[in-house]
């Protein structure tokens, strides 16, 4: 049985505590999009599992939102139609239902990441999207350097690859998406060539993974790369990234059909 907060959500995060500015700093990119809606392939019934505020919908003709938390429903813009009160595990659809679904920055979230995936490949008759991270890939951040405890509790928290796809079937494969350098959703590495932008403390608290590290972290973070970008030294390190156009990183698309 799925346990639920009292928000709602059914994963490891309350949004209740952590979600309130999560729109105005987790918004959708364009060529992120372009990825989704290619990996897609014209499907026009889509189900979005753990679609939070709706971010990435316009990739798709028609979407039914699933999402379980009251507090990232209540986000959702009012051209979105509002979003069914539903957990990954337990989806309240017919098999074959969709043409298409998708989970976007979710399945780390999610009490059984295999049994969710499982449910999704049950409702949908084409092409399952994940958008996530590849747990191997997460440490070679340079906000490593500055605040491990975070990159390694997104290591812990993101499922292995391997696993989302021995529980999508045979049909499987992975792409790794470029961050482009003004990215406008405001994940950990979309501040690759900007790290000013994770000095405010609204914009970490829009990256879930923050959550889960006590406030001395935070402040030695916080400390630590406000010392390394006035002297130099983050510059003299990662300078060159300020002006790369994309990044390649952890955020990989995995797709299977059927």
Not at 155 to 170: Q, W
Request: some cysteine; proline content about 6%; aromatic content about 8%.
């Amino acid at each position: 049985m799925t346990t639920r907060t009292q928000d709602g959500t059914a994963g490891d995060v309350d949004h209740r505590a952590i979600g309130s500015g999560y729109s105005a700093y987790r918004r959708p990119d364009a060529r992120i999009a372009q990825v989704i809606a290619e990996a897609l392939d014209g499907a026009r019934t889509v189900l979005n599992v753990g679609a939070g505020s709706g971010s990435y919908e316009s990739a798709a003709r028609s979407v039914t939102a699933v999402e379980p938390s009251e507090s990232m429903r209540a986000q959702r813009s009012s051209r979105l139609a509002p979003a069914v009160d539903a957990v990954a595990e337990d989806l309240p659809f017919a098999d074959g239902e969709f043409d298409g679904a998708m989970t976007l920055f979710s399945v780390h979230q999610w009490n059984d990441v295999k049994a969710g995936l499982r449910e999704m490949r049950r409702v949908t008759h084409g092409p399952v999207v994940v958008l996530t991270c590849d747990p191997r890939l997460v440490r070679d951040f340079w906000l490593y350097g500055y605040a491990p405890e975070v990159l390694d509790t997104e290591a812990r928290r993101y499922p292995p690859v391997e696993d989302m796809a021995a529980a999508l079937g045979e049909n499987v494969t992975v792409r790794t998406v470029p961050i482009p350098l003004n990215c406008t959703d405001g994940f950990n590495e979309a501040y690759y060539g900007r790290p000013e932008m994770l000095l405010d403390p609204a914009a970490r608290q829009a990256c879930s993974a923050w959550s889960f590290v006590d406030d001395g972290a935070r402040e030695r973070f916080d400390r630590n790369l406000r010392a390394d970008l006035a002297s130099g030294v983050w510059d003299e390190r990662f300078g060159h990234l300020r002006t790369q156009p994309a990044y390649e990183g952890s955020l990989v698309v995995v797709r299977a059909t059927p």
